[in-house]
């Protein structure tokens, strides 16, 4: 309000100025700097283009203008204006961090990261370029980096609200999700009707599980602003969560036309089908996207899950290879591809890709699981008994599975292992008992 009333009285004052003299370039940009500080937007480019014309290469009026387009989202004339301003002043910290802020809209995101550097070179420890460096960090997927930053602003300025939400943001990307969801409640107890806040709070505890305080968060940002796709989509996967396929799959139709070029939604609305039993038009979405994308390691994998769903097990293979092509070592595509070599008894190449597996996720017990099963089929009862009982000495929920599984044939009908075997997985009547306990 104070700023607001002094802005008010220097516009009065430079109003008169400028009737004695309407060609000062010196008062017209004062002026046009009061206007834009008042939302006044068209009437302050108005003063700085004829400031501009009168004095035409004067760095400060250059840089103003710059910022009132950026302001007006006018970005490329923005850059412009912010160019000219610092080629004429190359050591303006506020010209730079402007520079950078409008780079990183234009998704520039490593020149943005120069120019805020060289602005603090020049002005150590200003807080606001601190905490757009830091968002630009997390826009290189720098996670680390840009908590640094931004926690050094917020020692700067504590209270600023946008910084403490970046912060939230930050955790978040750090895997910090606990600190996330105190953040983020902490930036909604002063704006609860931020839409943007409760998205990203929303997703903090679906990362940490809490799906139905999730969907609440979710469903009111969506309330506040109803055509976000990233709401959308990330609402859609807390419904998944919920075991809500339906209601996930229309938040993914209405996601996709909003952000049509996302791998992500597309995904999301195929995994959302599968679901819902509907193979066949998951299928045909990933399909369709891969045409557009064909080398999404992502995409390759889902979509041949679907294939091995659908028994078409050789196509199947090949998508999980090409998706290894393009992501190596990845396991869950390694993990498919085991599982559906044993569907095809190419027992070794199972073997083999569980034990990849089991080299980058040590002790995974479904990888365990099915090489033991793997083992069973190969007439080696044995160690296929050994390897389960490893098990479900890791995970005895496994039992359950073993019971019935007609893999351990071998194991079960030997002579001397399937007493062992018995004894291991318990009867249909004990598992019955053991379930209802």
């Known amino acids: 309000m104070i700023d607001t009333k002094r802005h008010e009285r220097a516009l009065s004052q430079l109003g008169r100025a400028l009737e004695t003299d309407p060609d000062d370039p010196k008062a017209l940009y004062e002026r046009g700097i009061a206007l834009r500080f008042l939302d006044r937007r068209d009437e302050s480019l108005a003063d700085l283009d004829r400031s501009l014309e009168l004095k035409p290469d004067h760095p400060g009026t250059l840089a103003a203008r710059g910022l009132t387009h950026a302001l007006d989202g006018d970005y490329e004339d923005a850059l412009a204006d912010l160019d000219r301003s610092i080629v004429l002043w190359p050591d303006d910290p506020d010209a ?19 120019n805020f550097n060289r602005s603090l070179e020049l002005r150590r420890d200003d807080p606001a370029v601190l905490a757009n460096r830091g968002a630009t960090l997390l826009d290189l997927m720098r996670p680390k ?38 953040a983020y409640s902490t930036y909604i107890r002063k704006h609860p009707e931020d839409a943007d806040g ?75 089908l599968e679901h819902l039993g509907r193979t066949k038009e998951a299928y ?37 290879s090409h998706s290894l092509q393009v992501n190596p070592g990845d396991v869950e595509a ?8 044993g569907h095809l008894k190419r027992y070794q190449e199972a073997l083999t890709d569980f034990g990849h597996v ?32 490893e098990v479900i000495e890791k995970d005895p929920s496994y039992r359950a599975f073993a019971l019935n599984d007609t893999d351990f044939n071998s194991v079960r ?14 009867t249909p009547e004990s598992s019955d008992d053991a379930s209802s306990s």
């Open 358 to 389: 089991l080299q980058t996720v040590p002790g995974d017990p479904e990888a365990m699981y099915n090489r033991a099963c793997i083992l069973a089929r190969m007439d080696q009862p044995a160690v296929a008994l050994e390897q389960l009982k």
């Open 284 to 320: 045909a979405i990933f399909n369709q996207a891969l045409d557009l994308a064909p080398n999404n390691a992502l995409l390759l994998n889902r979509r041949g899950v679907a294939l091995a769903k659908l028994e078409r097990y050789e196509e199947a293979i090949a998508d999980f």
């Open 413 to 426: 009908n030997d002579d001397l292992l399937g007493p062992s075997f018995q004894e291991l997985v318990g």
């Open 334 to 341: 390694t993990h498919n591809r085991g599982i559906v070599c």
């Open 96 to 114: 730079l961090n402007n520079r950078g802020a409008v780079l990183r809209h234009l998704n520039r995101p490593e020149e943005a990261l120069l």
């Open 198 to 272: 409760l998205a990203g709070r929303g997703l903090a505890f679906a990362t940490i599980d809490e799906n139905s305080q999730a969907l609440a968060d979710l469903n009111r940002s969506l309330e506040l602003q109803t055509d976000d796709p990233g709401v959308l989509n990330n609402r859609g996967v807390v419904l998944l969560a919920l075991g809500r396929a339906e209601d996930a799959l229309a938040d993914f139709i209405s996601a996709q036309p909003l952000e049509p070029a996302s791998n992500e939604i597309v995904f999301n609305k195929g995994l959302a």
């Open 145 to 182: 980096d840009a908590l640094a930053n931004i926690d050094r602003s917020l020692e700067l300025r504590p209270d600023h609200d946008d910084t403490i939400r970046l912060h939230a943001e930050a955790l978040l990307a750090t895997g910090a999700h606990d600190d996330a969801v105190s």
